[in-house]
């Protein structure tokens, strides 16, 4: 359904018009990495890739004061979704040299957020870095949320019921893993999409 050609692109899309389209998640393989020797191995292969899918996912804070480093940082290649739980795994070396490489290309959705707040969990100088909200402004594209750029790119529908959920729980549910690697594995393809049509 996503690797599916749209030859044009609207500017807009309505809540009613999303909710009539079919409902999308990524189904490929998603590795969940918790602990260090794993996440730095993952983060190795992961610089061999030109092109990786990137988001993060953060615990809500329901009271004033209250805040969480990043639970949950996603990395997509066009096969398989990595998710390293930072509060089991830490934010080793290796992912921060990856994220620090100029020559692995990391895309995502309104990264702003995402990259300031890794930078409370480590030091780390972000570089190669796409925000799809900009890059699709290239193309027309006014809506720039996650789910619309889908909506908009790809004809699906993304469900966000996981985005509030406590994303330090012991284990992810199913229902985590699949949200969180949609987003990344989303942020790439969008991309791909897109640039092939410039």
Not at 47 to 58: A, C, I, K, M
Not at 99 to 112: E, F, N, T
Not at 151 to 164: E, M, P
Request: hydrophobic share 40%; charged share 30%; net charge neutral.
């Amino acid at each position: 359904m996503v690797d599916e050609m749209v030859t044009d692109l609207k500017k807009n899309i309505n809540k009613e018009e999303i909710d009539r389209l079919p409902l999308f998640v990524f189904t490929g393989e998603v590795i969940v990495i918790e602990d260090p020797e794993h996440a730095a191995q993952a983060a190795r292969f992961l610089r061999e890739n030109s092109f990786v899918g990137f988001d993060t996912e953060t615990r809500p804070a329901f009271h004033k004061g209250e805040r969480y480093k990043v639970g949950l940082l996603q990395l997509a290649t066009r096969d398989q979704v990595y998710l390293f739980r930072l509060n089991k795994c830490g934010f080793g070396k290796e992912l921060r040299d990856l994220l620090s490489d100029p020559v692995v290309v990391k895309i995502g959705v309104g990264i702003r957020d995402d990259l300031r707040n890794l930078r409370k969990s480590g030091e780390v100088t972000p570089a190669s870095f796409v925000d799809m909200q900009e890059y699709a402004a290239r193309f027309g594209i006014e809506d720039k949320s996650f789910s619309k750029l889908m909506a908009i790119i790809f004809g699906v529908r993304i469900s966000k019921k996981q985005r509030v959920s406590n994303w330090e729980a012991l284990v992810l549910t199913e229902a985590q893993i699949r949200y969180a690697a949609t987003d990344a594995w989303g942020a790439l393809k969008m991309y791909e999409r897109l640039s092939s049509e410039a």
